[in-house]
């Protein structure tokens, strides 16, 4: 006997529209979360990154940050940097005695070679 619409069975009648609406609204979906976990990524991944020059002062070595413009006290003996480095520095940033910024660095992620000449110097 028949098996189809025309034999007096309801047979499945896909949506007017198709399913392109769908696909569509699933694409994008799953673009959204994949630029949502990219963007988590490269916060993580750059969080305790510092960038900038070594300065000496007469409380040691400090680190001014040239993208926030501040300044930190380099914990001594953390890692192998000078007086005069453009280095990016990946570490923990804390207040210390005093509420001044203190910077504890890990590692050296870059050497950018040495700082430029400051006006007026």
Do not use: W
Not at 81 to 95: C, F, I, Q, T
Request: hydrophobic share 30%; glycine share 20%.
């Amino acid at each position: 006997m028949g098996t189809g619409a025309g034999a007096g069975t309801p047979g499945y009648v896909p949506p007017k529209s198709g399913y392109g609406s769908s696909g569509k609204a699933i694409g994008i979906g799953v673009g959204a979360a994949a630029a949502g976990a990219g963007t988590l990524f490269l916060v993580m991944h750059n969080r305790g990154v510092v960038t900038g020059c070594v300065r000496q002062t007469d409380d040691g070595l400090r680190l001014v940050d040239e993208k926030k413009n501040k300044s930190y006290a380099l914990e001594p003996g953390s890692v192998g940097v000078k007086a005069g480095d453009r280095v990016e520095l990946k570490g923990k940033k804390s207040n210390g005695n005093g509420g001044a910024l203190m910077f504890e660095p890990t590692k050296v992620v870059k050497n950018l070679g040495s700082c430029s000449a400051e006006p007026g110097r």
